[in-house]
């Protein structure tokens, strides 16, 4: 600029430059000034963001400022401050930044008094600027750091001037060294993204509205019609017709509700554009389109009323709409039609019912339609649709899944406790069998979904699963209980015969035959639930514990490691061959020691059936050994020999059996010995007696041919009584011998003994069974 050249604009726009010989690497920039005659009054926009620009980017900020616009507004530039202050801190994050105020044409008035005026009117700037809640009590310390340096008038003080620009210019050099001039260089950018990151920030700063401040006319123009286009919303909110459409719509739909809306808005719209014709045209018609937005507008609350009543009326239409759907599809679903069919046709009926119905509810002001709440109601029906679909869908796995429970529960948990080596095949074609017939109804009914295929393949497979999953299921239930199954097994085939009567232990039974076939049994049954067997794979499982159990083997013993001692328990395992880790029911470990402790709960039995037969064979063997028979035929042959020379002899041995066999059958001599032997001698010594008499007494009778009916008899129990009284005899052997008295008096003659004696050993042979 040349000053005899007349005053005009130096700088345009922004320039930049690399600083000659100032150490680090600085980069200056040169704005343009501000209240420039060129732009004019009404164009202030480029200064703000030219200054909003630099307090961005620059670590350091030169602000010129003439020494006597010190503590005035607007030559000292406070309303610029305060409004890039402002957005500066809405649009970037803080930075600390170094604001050198450059005074220039210093006067006689001393520095230390203008320097706090200066930082004072700086610091009321930043207390007045609108701050982020998160900065809301940040002192200006903690965004800028403010100097101040003063400069002499260049025209009458030219070497001081140019001396002091010297001082000026080394306070650069090394700037960002700790206390240098520079801020503290926080989110400082590498050189590579200078461009980049200078250009991201100005094109913020270009889309930023708040710098651009209008010209006096146009804010005059914007205040006066936003007055109007307020109270005319204010008469709206008020006005009678408008507040009985509005109860209208909240109880229900409105016949001809858009036209009678249109017509209410209508009239305050156009007193608006009579009372605001002289103002700007511009500003007139954008109040005018805020107008009919904020009357239609959801996001302005204090007008809500308009836009509210819309809504009711819109939203009873959508939810009588989506009723009848719920409705309709309920119908169809009931009548048989197809889930798929039903849907599409009740969506169909209900929304060409809902658009008809907007069409009468249209508000010619409003720019919006029913578009967007008709997704919505289709977004709520397709929603109703999914849900009900769910639940039908959920309805019918659960009432197959509930059928394929009763079909396979009971007969697999049947088939289980029958347990034989047709026990998994007869498994597999229960479960193929129930689940196909299930699988084949459900596609019969799944198919009015019209479903995708994966779906429906899916669906499918889960209802396999399941059914598979009750098998395993009860499979694992009686798998717990497989210790009690087969000492049920055992005691069953144990304790009955072929016929399934209970066993009497005679003496004549194979007791060890008896207790391997048992114990065969209850291992296979162990067997059949050592594993799952749903997979037609075979399997060692029943080899293996049979030959490792019952035989007391290996069979998969090699001849060398026989040869050498050695021996290989495949039961020592905790996996079976062949046989997948999901499907292991039992290891083999695991039966190993089920099979050691069912035999030692099984042992008391066996014990038991062997005393009992030991026993019957004791009771009914009354002649003693062969050695004894032989032994008494050789000492006694010349006795016997004897007694074949007389007959004699043999009358009276005859006669004496027949008293002796009298006698045993009288006496009941096994009963007596069943208790024991001491009980046995005493009661039959106490008995002896009374039993021999009352068997002369009626063989004396017999030879007399007297009879006794009628005619007073002395007992020999009467008789014995006496003698018990006499002898102390205890009173419970005296009320046996009495009864056994009692019986022996209905005998007269020996045809009756022979019967009593028949008596007594059938008696005697159903006690011991």
């Given amino acids: 600029m040349d000053a005899f050249a007349g005053r005009s604009q130096t700088t345009k726009g922004i320039w930049m430059a690399k600083c000659v010989g100032i150490e680090p690497f600085t980069l200056v920039m040169d704005l343009e000034g ?145 206390g240098g001039l520079a801020g503290d260089r926080r989110g400082v950018v590498p050189a590579s993204g200078f461009s980049f990151s200078s250009q991201e920030i100005w094109k913020v700063i270009k889309e930023n509205r708040d710098l651009d401040l209008p010209a006096h006319k146009v804010m005059v123009a914007t205040v006066r019609c936003e007055e109007i286009a307020n109270e005319k919303l204010h008469h709206l909110a008020t006005d009678e017709s408008w507040l009985e459409l509005q109860k209208a719509a909240e109880d229900g739909l409105v016949p001809g509700f858009g036209r009678k809306l249109s017509s209410i808005l209508e009239k305050y719209i156009s007193e608006y554009d009579a009372e605001a014709i002289y103002f700007d045209e511009g500003v007139r018609k954008e109040k005018r389109l805020q107008l009919k937005s904020k009357a239609l507008d959801v996001r302005v609350p204090p007008y809500l009323v308009c836009v509210l009543c819309i809504c009711y009326h819109v939203g009873h239409l959508r939810s009588n709409a989506l009723e009848s759907f719920k409705i309709r599809l309920e119908q169809s679903l009931n009548q048989g039609k197809g889930f798929a069919n039903a849907v599409r046709d009740a969506q169909q009926s209900c929304l060409l019912v809902f658009d008809k119905a907007c069409e009468d509810a249209a508000v010619k002001q409003a720019t919006w339609n029913a578009s967007k709440v008709r997704e919505k109601l289709s977004r709520d029906i397709h929603s109703h649709a999914s849900s009900a679909q769910t639940a039908r869908l959920s309805e019918l796995t659960a009432n197959y899944e509930k059928r394929l429970t009763q079909a396979l529960s009971e007969p697999v948990e049947s088939l289980f406790e029958a347990g034989g080596k047709e026990t998994w095949p007869s498994i597999r074609t229960l479960l193929k069998r129930e689940t196909e017939a299930a699988v084949t109804d459900f596609l019969d009914v799944v198919t009015g979904f019209e479903l995708d295929h994966a779906t429906i393949d899916d669906m499918v497979q889960n209802l396999k699963d399941y059914s598979r999953s009750i098998v395993e299921k009860k499979a694992r239930e009686e798998a717990a209980k497989i210790l009690i199954r087969m000492k049920d097994r055992f005691s069953t085939v144990f304790s009955h015969d072929k016929d399934s009567m209970p066993r009497v232990w005679t003496g004549k039974e194979d007791i060890r035959a008896i ?21 037609e794979r075979p399997d060692k499982i029943e080899s293996t514990l049979f030959s490792s159990l019952m035989d007391g083997t290996v069979s998969n013993t090699s001849s060398h490691n026989r040869r050498l001692g050695a021996f290989t328990d495949p039961l020592a395992s905790s996996s079976w061959e062949k046989v997948p880790p999901k499907d292991v029911l039992l290891t083999p470990v695991q039966c190993k020691s089920l099979w050691r402790q069912f035999k030692s709960e099984t042992e008391y039995t066996v014990t038991q059936a062997i005393s009992a037969q030991e026993a019957h064979k004791r009771n009914n063997n009354w002649l003693p050994p062969a050695w004894a028979i032989v032994l008494m035929f050789v000492l006694g042959f010349n006795e016997l020999m004897m007694l074949l020379k007389n007959p004699l002899y043999l009358l009276g041995l005859f006669v004496a059996f027949l008293l002796c066999k009298a006698l045993w059958v009288q006496l009941d001599v096994p009963r007596e010995f069943q208790h024991g032997a001491l009980a046995g001698v005493l009661s039959i010594t106490s008995k002896f007696l009374p039993t021999v008499m009352n068997l ?47 019986d022996d008096a209905e005998y007269s003659s020996p045809a009756l003994v022979q019967r009593r004696s028949t008596s007594n050993v059938r008696e005697t042979e159903i006690s011991e069974m």
């Avoid at 207790?515 to 067997?533: H, N, P, Y």
């Avoid at 002369?696 to 009584?721: F, H, I, M, N």
């Fill in 696 to 742: 002369l007494r009626k063989l004396a009778e017999e030879a007399q041919g007297k009879t006794t009916q009628g005619v007073p008899e002395y007992s020999a129990s009467q008789s014995y009584r006496h003698q018990s009284h006499s002898h102390s005899i205890p009173e419970s052997v005296s009320s046996n011998i009495s009864s056994l008295a009692d």
């Fill in 34 to 178: 501000t209240d420039g005659r060129e732009r004019g009054e009404d164009d202030t926009t480029f200064e703000k963001q030219s200054a909003l620009f630099a307090l961005a980017v620059a670590d350091i900020v030169l602000i010129n400022m003439w020494c006597h616009d010190i503590g005035r507004e607007q030559a000292a530039n406070k309303p610029l401050l305060k409004t890039v202050f402002q957005v500066m801190l809405r649009l970037f994050s803080p930075r600390k930044t170094t604001l050198l105020f450059v005074i220039r044409d210093k006067t006689k008035t001393p520095m230390d008094l203008l320097e706090p005026v200066l930082r004072e009117d700086i610091q009321k700037i930043w207390d007045l600027v609108r701050k982020p809640e998160a900065h809301k009590n940040t002192p200006l310390s903690e965004f800028f750091n403010v100097e101040v340096v003063a400069l002499s008038s260049y025209e009458d003080k030219e070497k001081v001037f140019k001396q002091e620009v010297a001082e000026l210019r080394q306070r650069f050099f090394h700037s960002i060294s700790p």
């Fill in 515 to 535: 207790t391997k076939d048992a114990r065969a049994e209850a291992l296979s049954l162990l067997s059949v639930m050592a594993a799952i067997r749903l997979d």
